[in-house]
């Protein structure tokens, strides 16, 4: 049998001895200790590495990734500095810096097998800038890894006036539009976080 793709010389978890992986039409077709009778379309000999499944990171958000540093660093190294620093950031995020940033963050996940990712996306913007930017980026990257999206009020429903509003519209596009629908996996709610992390333009 001619086969799509066949990795030669690979190292399964708990075998000892090398062996040979046979691909067609997407799916594993046959494992064996050699098939060098066996032709493919491409060969790639692993040299005796490790093969394994794909990595999953189940908790990132693409939204802020390479941020640092970005209007300051966290000096103090906390988890509450860090949500105010993002406060700080989010009123500067445009479609393109999201969008690039994530499109790198990806790239760099991918290259070292990672081939699924879930992350949350903050959803306190009103113009949901980071959210559409990310729904956006899923379409593109989704010929290389499978990425979930999680809308995630991160200053807390009760933190603004409007964040109840804010999530049940988001809710309701959640459920009532196909677009949205497929694309976002999950609604997460933060109830309430300390006044500190509300941004300046929330408190005025």
């Known amino acids: 049998m001619h086969y799509d793709l066949i990795i030669r010389h690979a190292h399964l978890h708990r075998l000892q001895d090398l062996v040979d992986i046979a691909i067609k039409d997407g799916h594993f077709a046959k494992i064996a200790n050699d098939l060098s009778s066996e032709s493919a379309t491409r060969e790639i000999d692993a040299a005796g590495r490790l093969v394994s499944p794909p990595l999953i990171d189940a908790h990132v958000h693409l939204d802020a990734v390479l941020t640092v540093g ?21 009123p500067s995020l445009t479609r ?15 290259a070292q097998g990672t081939l699924h990712i879930r992350s949350h996306v903050d959803v306190c913007d009103p113009a949901l800038t980071a959210l559409r930017a990310l729904i956006e980026v899923r379409e593109e990257v989704h010929d290389i890894c499978d990425l979930q999206l999680v809308a995630f009020p991160q200053d807390g429903i009760m933190s603004f006036r409007t964040m109840s509003g804010l999530v049940i519209w988001v809710s309701r596009m959640y459920s009532m539009r196909s677009r949205w629908r497929k694309s976002l996996t999950a609604i997460s709610i933060a109830i309430v976080m300390k006044p500190m992390i509300r941004s300046r333009a929330s408190r005025k």
Do not use: H, M
Not at 71 to 79: A, C, D, V
Not at 96 to 110: H, K, M, Q, T, Y
């Open 70 to 90: 970005q209007p300051r660093y966290n000096s103090s190294g906390t988890l509450l500095e860090g949500i105010q620093i993002w406060s700080e950031r989010k």
């Open 96 to 110: 393109e810096d999201v969008r690039s940033r994530v499109l790198e963050e990806i790239r760099w996940e991918v």
